[in-house]
């Protein structure tokens, strides 16, 4: 089998699990839900979050034992995280958790391959608005199977730029966060906001927004996505404006080279402790 047969053998396994997987969120959507909290009273996992991630694990570790994994739930329940050269499956079983508890419907299954740490497969499902968004290095971004292309708008101040507030509660953070986004809406046509980083990463290769930023978020949330915007033509990179590092809990993502300057020259660039 050729690097492409069996890229392509890993993208198809993942749609495969990610459909299967989207039957427990469709199941427990409009149900009544245990809900824990893990760093803050607004960071939540629920039951379903857990069942999912333990059905995707199991897949993978029985189709590709040597494979490694690194999941949301896992990691919250203190498994290390740790990104090494091997075909490593990054996984949020679902992503906009509350959305899910407050049952609007953008909830992702995120599920990206890294191989020598580059990001090589990506596939974002919702099952509640039955779109499967996929991507593979060097072969396009897709929903359901429509190639996608981010709007390449002229600046900062003729796009719609996604932000989010986070499920950090700390003070300092939020007060820099919001000071973010004062800045962002003075230069920009306006703010959106999913509650989802996958799907927001998403709405950028499908050309709905032009650029997303988000401080405190994890390599789950973006290891599917980052790829797919980069795929639809568009960029990811630090915030800062280096190489995007998936571990860093910080991403930006524009349809333009220009965009994604003007806005990390405005912004405020919040740190946390690596994933
Ligand atoms: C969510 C992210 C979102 C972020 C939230 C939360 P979860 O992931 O997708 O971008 O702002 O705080 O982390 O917890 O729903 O899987």
Known sequence: MSADDVTEEY???AISIARQSGVLVQEAFHKEKLIETKQSFADLVTQTDEAVENLIHSFFMDKFPEHKFIGEETVAKGEKCEL???????????????????RIPEVCISIGLTINKEMEVGVIYLPMLDRMYTTRKGHGAFCNGEKLSVQKAESLNTSIVIVESGSDRNQDVI????ENTRKIVT???GIRSYGSAAFN???VAEGCAEAYIEYSLHIWDIAAGALLVREAGGIAIDPEGGDLDLRSRRILCASTEKIALELS??????????D
């Open 11 to 13: 993208l198809n396994a």
């Open 84 to 102: 090494t050269d091997a075909p490593t499956w990054i996984i949020d079983p679902v992503d906009g958790t509350t959305n899910f508890v407050h």
């Open 175 to 178: 007060k820099r966060k919001m």
């Open 187 to 189: 230069n920009s046509r």
């Open 201 to 203: 990463l998403c709405r």
């Open 265 to 274: 020259q405005i912004l405020d660039h919040l740190q946390f402790e690596r």
